[in-house]
Structures are given as structure tokens and as C-alpha cells.
């Protein structure tokens, strides 16, 4: 197929800041160990795992210092050696020695890869609904919507581990840092943070909660230091997108207590709506990525069809503003995105499956796109994990998923409809429906 190279449309924001500074730092004042800067004031940390002082970050569970310290990535931006990949703030050898679990929703399955022989060496039923995935060294977290539970299982076997935590309505993203697990309750609109005191079998609860209001729809979280950043979706269903289409910045740095500090909204951005439509920002995904938080934009309207070019919207952290990435009418409604730390991958449903065109992956190199891959009708793109040159898609509806390679810096389809080393590879069985979802995907290190 047809492969177009795009340039970005770098658009600047007029998108307001609810509060000027509010990605700044304070350097008049530096803090003693054990303590945090809170306004103009240190204050002691309640939890030494999951905030650093003042000047520092927090990478892999330890506090460094982001000018001195190049063995860390990730939270700390820095960029790996060119054999190295970043996961959750570590630079790691690339091998092949990773696994790759996939979450089946309609079925309650868990499948998982080997990344060495490209097969499927597992397939358990876990849960109901398994939603999201995540994972901290040999435990395998997944959000069972189902249930409305946290499960921890085995990650060699799926075997639960533990009692399950309860969550909110709908968690649809958990993200693992030091001995904290964090859900986001898309339904319940709330963040949730689950304290496991390092004991993968032990009593685990839940240390704090954090409600971002009525119809808000929080997505996904990404860590920058001790701070977290939300994108918050709206109520489409019932039209009420405004107490979405923003990105919130939360405080973690008391997990007991954690706080709202601020937001972008994305309300006032040009998104180049279609004639006759109006392309709504809101906000599915995001990522750090390169010293930036990328936020990944539907750009529908409101009857769920894109009303406008695929986009991003960049978020510079120091300076405070906010540019419009555009991918093109290729790629459009963008869900999902991933970083290696060297290159940026979209992943774009189109028309939501309905009308085959439109989905795709844009490959993205510092403010270009290298590359866009449009999607076979058979494909629709969704959640992605990128280890190295190795970047493993999921086909949403098809239950199966795709391998590409980057190492050249483009995107080359290895596993797949017309890969050139086999076809998709399965992953979920089908459902009584007759669909198969294949709704997360995690690569553990």
C-alpha cells in the first residue's frame, strides 16, 4: 500500500492555563531529604517511595537528580543507549526474553506471548471483563470491569496471588510505581491508589482516592515525577463533553491524600473540523515522551465519527503551552500511544470499525511524521506496547494482534495481513457475540 510522509501542523494553543506557571517549578527553595516542596513550603513525605524532593525525580522508585543522573529514563528524560529500551524509568538491555500479555474482554481471557518465538504460549480465563493491564516484577495486574475488581495474578502462570481489591465502575488504566498501584475509574471518575507494601500475596487496600467530578471520564495517567497527569474524555453519551477535553495535573505526593493542581483545557484549540462538523477534543491518552506530555485527541463529533484530521495535542511542561500535532485524514481518531523514547507511534481507529478507512499508525520522529500505515479493513488499531524496534498493536476487534519492526525508522509489518513473516497472531477467542477484544496490552520487561 501507498505509504505518505506528513510534516506536522504546529499550531500554537489558545487553550488557557488555569493557572499561569503551573508546569514551572520552584527553585527559589530547595528541601531537606524526606520533605516536599508544597507551594513555598517543605513539608515531610508520608510515603519516600512515591515523591522526591525538590530538584529531583522520581525514576524507577528511587529519587535522582534529572541533570546528573543518565542511567535512568523515562521520568527522568533521558534517552537510552542505542541497545537499551526504557521501562518504567530504567534503561534495559533490548533482549528477547520479554512477554506479552493480552487482555480479552468479552471472554475473560488473559493470552500471552513469547517475544522470542512470536507465539502464543498461554491462554487463562482470569476474570469477566479483563479491562487493563499492568504489572510490577512477577505480578501481573489486570482491571477486571467485570467485577470491578484489581486482580494480581502470577505472571508465569495467572494464578491469583491474593485477595482482589475492589475498584470504581470501569477501571481502565492501572499504572505500577514503587509499592503503589494506581486505577483509573473511567465510571466512577475517579483516581484510585492501592497501597501493596511490596507483598505480592499479602493484604493490599486502598490508600487514597481522588473524585474529578461528574461526567468527567478520566483515561489514562502518565508519571512525571511525583506529579501525575489525567486526561479527562467527557460524557459523550449524554453530551456532556465540557467537564472533559482538559488534562488535569494531580499531586501524589501524599498517596493518602492526593490533590488536584491545576489543568490545560483543550476547549479553544483548532482542531481543522470537516465542513459541516465540529471536532470535539477529547482526550483518550498520554504519554511522556521526549521532555512532553503527548495527549492523544478522538476528534469526533457527537455522533462518535471523526469530524476532523487525526491530532495530538503536545503539552510543554516548563514553558507551559500547548501545540496541535495533525496526522492527516489517514489516520484519524487517535486512541493509543507509545514511546521508546526515540520514536512516537499513534494508533488510529478510523471510523470506530464501522467504515473501513481512515485507521492506521502514524510513526513520529521529533515534529514530523515519518510515516503513516494505513490499516487493512480488517485491522483496527488500539493499544500498543513498544519495546526496542519492536512494537506489538493490537488488532481491537479481530482479537488477534500485530508485530511491526522500526529499526529502520519505518514501520515494517512482520506479523500481520501481508507481514512478511506470517499473519496476525491470535489472541482472544471469540465471544458468544461473535466478536473477539483484545482491549490491553502489557510487555513485561
Given at each position: 500500500m501507498k505509504q505518505h510522509c506528513l510534516r506536522f501542523a504546529l499550531l500554537s494553543a489558545l487553550a488557557a492555563l488555569v493557572a499561569p506557571g503551573l508546569w514551572a517549578c520552584n527553585e527559589s527553595v530547595v528541601c531537606p531529604p524526606r520533605t516536599v516542596l508544597q507551594g513555598d513550603t517543605c513539608v515531610p513525605v508520608h510515603n519516600p517511595e512515591a515523591v522526591c524532593p525538590s530538584g529531583g525525580m522520581l525514576c524507577a522508585?528511587?529519587?535522582?537528580?534529572?541533570?546528573?543522573?543518565?542511567?535512568?529514563?523515562?521520568?527522568?528524560?533521558?534517552?537510552?543507549?542505542?541497545?537499551?529500551?526504557?521501562?518504567?524509568?530504567?534503561?534495559?538491555?533490548?533482549?528477547?526474553?520479554?512477554?506479552?500479555?493480552?487482555?480479552?474482554?468479552?471472554?475473560?481471557h488473559v493470552a500471552v506471548f513469547s517475544s522470542e518465538t512470536y507465539s502464543r504460549v498461554a491462554l487463562e480465563r482470569v476474570g469477566a471483563n479483563p479491562q487493563a493491564l499492568s504489572g510490577k516484577g512477577e505480578v501481573l495486574l489486570c482491571a477486571d470491569d467485570g467485577?470491578?475488581?484489581?486482580?494480581?495474578?502470577?505472571?508465569?502462570?495467572?494464578?491469583?496471588?491474593?485477595?482482589?481489591?475492589?475498584?470504581?465502575?470501569?477501571?481502565?488504566?492501572?499504572?505500577?510505581?514503587?509499592?503503589?498501584?494506581?486505577?483509573?475509574?473511567?465510571?466512577?471518575?475517579?483516581?484510585?491508589?492501592?497501597?501493596?507494601?511490596?507483598?505480592?500475596?499479602?493484604?493490599?487496600?486502598?490508600?487514597?482516592?481522588?473524585?474529578?467530578?461528574?461526567?468527567?471520564?478520566?483515561?489514562?495517567?502518565?508519571?512525571?515525577?511525583?506529579?501525575?497527569?489525567?486526561?479527562?474524555?467527557?460524557?459523550?453519551?449524554?453530551?456532556?463533553?465540557?467537564?472533559?477535553?482538559?488534562?488535569?495535573?494531580?499531586?501524589?505526593?501524599?498517596?493518602?491524600?492526593?490533590?488536584?493542581?491545576?489543568?490545560?483545557?483543550?476547549?479553544?484549540?483548532?482542531?481543522?473540523?470537516?465542513?459541516?462538523?465540529?471536532?470535539?477534543?477529547?482526550?483518550?491518552?498520554?504519554?511522556?515522551?521526549?521532555?512532553?506530555?503527548?495527549?492523544?485527541?478522538?476528534?469526533?463529533?457527537?455522533?462518535?465519527?471523526?469530524?476532523?484530521?487525526?491530532?495530538?495535542?503536545?503539552?510543554?511542561?516548563?514553558e507551559a503551552t500547548t501545540s496541535v500535532l495533525f496526522l492527516g485524514e489517514e489516520c484519524s481518531n487517535v486512541t493509543s500511544l507509545a514511546s521508546n523514547g526515540q520514536l512516537l507511534v499513534a494508533s488510529c481507529a478510523g471510523d470506530w470499525g464501522m467504515t473501513p478507512g481512515r485507521a492506521g499508525l502514524a510513526l513520529i520522529e521529533g515534529d514530523e511524521v515519518k510515516e503513516v500505515w494505513p490499516a487493512p479493513p480488517s485491522f483496527s488499531p488500539g493499544s500498543m506496547a513498544f519495546k526496542c524496534d519492536s512494537l506489538w498493536v493490537a488488532n481491537a476487534n479481530g482479537g488477534n494482534v500485530y508485530l511491526f519492526s522500526t529499526q529502520e525508522k519505518s514501520l515494517q509489518l512482520l506479523y500481520g495481513e501481508g507481514g512478511s513473516e506470517g499473519g496476525p497472531m491470535e489472541a482472544c477467542p471469540q465471544a458468544a457475540s461473535g466478536f473477539a477484544v483484545v482491549q490491553s496490552l502489557w510487555l513485561k520487561p
Open positions: 522508585g528511587r529519587c535522582v537528580l534529572v541533570e546528573s543522573d543518565n542511567a535512568h529514563c523515562g521520568n527522568c528524560n533521558q534517552a537510552c543507549a542505542q541497545n537499551q529500551h526504557c521501562a518504567d524509568g530504567e534503561c534495559l538491555a533490548c533482549n528477547k526474553e520479554s512477554r506479552l500479555y493480552a487482555a480479552c474482554m468479552l471472554t475473560g467485577a470491578q475488581q484489581l486482580l494480581r495474578l502470577d505472571a508465569q502462570t495467572l494464578q491469583p496471588l491474593g485477595a482482589p481489591v475492589d475498584t470504581g465502575q470501569t477501571p481502565i488504566h492501572i499504572s505500577a510505581m514503587g509499592a503503589l498501584v494506581y486505577v483509573v475509574n473511567a465510571g466512577s471518575n475517579t483516581l484510585q491508589i492501592v497501597d501493596t507494601q511490596n507483598k505480592p500475596s499479602g493484604p493490599w487496600r486502598t490508600q487514597g482516592e481522588l473524585s474529578f467530578g461528574p461526567n468527567t471520564s478520566p483515561q489514562a495517567l502518565a508519571f512525571v515525577g511525583s506529579h501525575g497527569f489525567v486526561p479527562l474524555y467527557g460524557n459523550l453519551v449524554t453530551g456532556q463533553t465540557s467537564p472533559g477535553q482538559r488534562l488535569v495535573r494531580v499531586g501524589l505526593a501524599n498517596p493518602a491524600a492526593p490533590s488536584l493542581e491545576g489543568e490545560v483545557s483543550f476547549s479553544g484549540l483548532h482542531l481543522q473540523s470537516h465542513p459541516g462538523k465540529t471536532a470535539l477534543p477529547l482526550p483518550y491518552d498520554v504519554v511522556h515522551h521526549q521532555g512532553a506530555l503527548y495527549v492523544a485527541l478522538n476528534n469526533l463529533d457527537s455522533t462518535y465519527q471523526p469530524a476532523g484530521p487525526g491530532a495530538i495535542a503536545k503539552v510543554q511542561l516548563e
